[in-house]
C-alpha cells in the first residue's frame, strides 16, 4: 500500500514539474529565505508559516521569534519579540493588519503588522499552544493547546469569550467556517469536533481517523471539512448545517439568541401590539421581554462578548438602567435570574477597571484615524494633538463623558489629519495626549502620504 501511495505522490510531482511553466519552475527552486535566516532563527526551526491574505508578507514562527518577510523579494521586513518560548503557530486576520501567534510559553499574542508591536497577551492556557486561527470578520480568535481546550477571544479587547470543552487530548489544529458560526478542531484523541461558535456548545464528533488529527479546513463554501491526520490519510466530511433552533427569545430570527436580540427588544422598549420583542406575548414589549433575552444569553458560565457591534450600541448608563427596571418589577423567575446575573456582566464587561488611552487605527494612516479610549469615572475629555517638535496642531473637545469604552467608530475620538485651521498636516510622526480630569496619557501616531 505504502509503495503504491508513493508511486501515485511520485508520478503526480512529474506531472507537475513536465507541465509547468518553466519560469515557475525556475522561481520554484531558486527562490529563499534571505541568506542567514536559518542562523537568525537559533536552531532554524520553523514550527509554522503564513501568507498575509493579500500574499506581499511571510509570516514565520521558530524559535527566537516571528520573522515577517516580503513574501515577493524575501526581504526580511521585521522581528517580533515577546515570547518567552518557542512560537508555534501563527496566523493573519483577514484584513491583514493583525497577526495572532501561539506559543510553548502558554501564551496567545496579538502584534500590530504595520509597526511590529505587541498589542495584546493573551493568557489562560496552562499548556503551550498549538494553533491560531482568526474568524472571517476578524473579531474572534480561536487557539487550541496541550492542555486539551479551545479557547475564543475577543480580540479587540483581548478577554476570553468561551472556553470549549470535549477533546481528552492536545488539540493541534482550529479552524472557522467561512460564515464564522462553526469551529473544527482537530487533536490527539483522533477526533475531529465542531463547535458553535455562539454558544460554545459541541455541534458533532467526527470518528474516522486512527491516530491524532494534525490539521482541519473548511472549503470556501462551507459544506465541506477537510482533516489530516498521523495515520497518513485526509478525510473529507460533508457537513449538513442543523436545523435553527427556534427559540422565543431569538427576536430577529437569525436562528441564534445573541446580543443583537437583547439590542432589538431594548429598541422597541414601550412599544404595544404584535411585536416579535414582545418574548412572552403579554402586548407589550418591556423589561420583562429584555430579561428573558438575557435569561436565554446566560445559558453559558462565559461573560459576554464585546464585539464592536455591542461597543457601538450599548452604554453602562443604559444597562444600570435595565438592572434598575428588573430590580423594581421584582423577577424571581429562574430565567429572569440568570437574565439578571447576565445584564451584571454585561455592565462588569461595559465598565473599564481603569481610564486608558487606546492605540489609534489604523496606524499609520491617510488622512483620517479614529482614538479610541476608556473611562473608568466620568470627565470632561479632551485630546491635544502636537507635531514632533512639540507644536500644537489640534485640540479636540470631547465634552462631559460617562464611564465606558469609547473604541468604535461612531464613539472613539476622530481626527481629519488637519490643523486647527482646516490645512492637511504634512506626513510624519504625531503625538496625541487625552486629557479626562485628572488623567493624563500621550502616544505616538504616523501619518504616511
Known amino acids: 500500500m505504502r509503495n503504491t501511495l508513493f508511486l501515485i505522490a511520485l508520478t503526480c510531482f512529474c506531472a507537475f514539474i513536465l507541465f509547468s511553466p518553466n519560469t515557475f519552475a525556475e522561481d520554484y527552486t531558486t527562490w529563499r529565505l534571505p541568506e542567514g535566516a536559518k542562523t537568525r532563527l537559533g536552531k532554524g526551526t520553523v514550527d509554522d508559516i503564513a501568507y498575509s491574505p493579500d500574499g506581499t508578507r511571510l509570516a514565520v514562527a521558530g524559535s527566537v521569534g516571528i520573522w515577517l518577510y516580503d513574501a515577493v523579494t524575501g526581504e526580511t521586513l521585521d522581528l517580533f519579540i515577546g515570547h518567552t518560548d518557542r512560537v508555534y503557530s501563527v496566523s493573519f486576520s483577514a484584513d491583514g493588519l493583525t497577526l495572532a501567534s501561539g506559543s510553548w510559553d502558554k501564551t496567545v499574542r496579538l502584534w500590530d503588522v504595520g509597526t511590529g508591536s505587541e498589542l495584546r497577551v493573551l493568557q489562560g492556557h496552562t499548556e503551550w499552544v498549538e494553533s491560531v486561527s482568526f474568524s472571517a470578520d476578524g473579531q474572534t480568535l480561536a487557539s487550541g493547546s496541550e492542555d486539551g481546550t479551545v479557547r ?16 481528552t487530548d492536545r488539540v493541534y489544529s482550529v479552524s472557522f467556517s467561512p460564515d464564522g458560526q462553526t469551529l473544527a478542531s482537530g487533536g490527539d484523541d483522533e477526533t475531529v469536533r465542531l463547535w458553535d461558535v455562539g454558544t460554545g456548545s459541541e455541534l458533532r464528533v467526527l470518528h474516522g481517523h486512527t491516530d491524532w488529527v494534525e490539521s482541519v479546513s473548511f472549503s470556501p463554501d462551507g459544506r465541506t471539512l477537510a482533516s489530516g491526520s498521523y495515520d497518513g490519510t485526509v478525510l473529507l466530511w460533508e457537513l449538513i448545517p442543523p436545523e435553527p433552533l427556534q427559540h422565543t427569545a431569538d427576536v430577529n430570527g437569525d436562528g441564534i439568541v445573541n446580543i443583537q436580540d437583547l439590542v432589538q ?181 504616523l501619518i504616511r502620504k
Open 152 to 167: 475564543l477571544w475577543d480580540v479587540a479587547t483581548g478577554s476570553e469569550l468561551r472556553v470549549l470543552h470535549g477533546h
Open 265 to 445: 427588544v431594548a429598541g422597541a422598549l414601550g412599544e404595544a401590539g404584535q411585536n416579535a420583542a414582545d418574548v412572552n406575548g403579554d402586548g407589550i414589549v418591556n423589561i420583562q421581554d429584555l430579561v428573558q433575552v438575557a435569561g436565554a444569553l446566560g445559558g453559558g458560565a462565559a461573560a459576554p462578548a464585546l464585539h464592536a457591534s455591542v461597543l457601538e450600541t450599548l452604554t453602562t448608563a443604559e444597562v444600570q438602567g435595565w438592572l434598575t427596571a428588573a430590580a423594581a418589577a421584582n423577577l424571581t423567575d429562574a430565567t429572569s435570574q440568570r437574565g439578571i446575573r447576565f445584564l451584571e456582566a454585561l455592565l462588569a464587561a461595559l465598565t473599564p477597571k481603569k481610564t486608558a488611552l487606546l492605540a489609534n487605527y489604523p496606524n499609520p494612516f491617510n488622512p483620517e484615524t479614529w482614538i479610541p479610549y476608556q473611562l473608568a469615572v466620568p470627565a470632561d475629555v479632551v485630546l491635544h494633538i502636537h507635531a514632533i517638535d512639540g507644536s500644537l496642531v489640534r485640540t479636540l473637545s470631547l465634552g462631559h463623558k460617562s464611564v465606558g469604552i469609547y473604541q468604535s467608530r461612531s464613539r472613539a475620538a476622530y481626527w481629519d489629519g488637519r490643523n486647527a485651521i482646516g490645512e492637511p498636516v504634512a506626513s510624519g510622526v504625531y503625538f496625541y495626549t487625552l486629557t479626562a480630569d485628572d488623567f493624563t496619557a500621550t502616544r505616538k501616531m
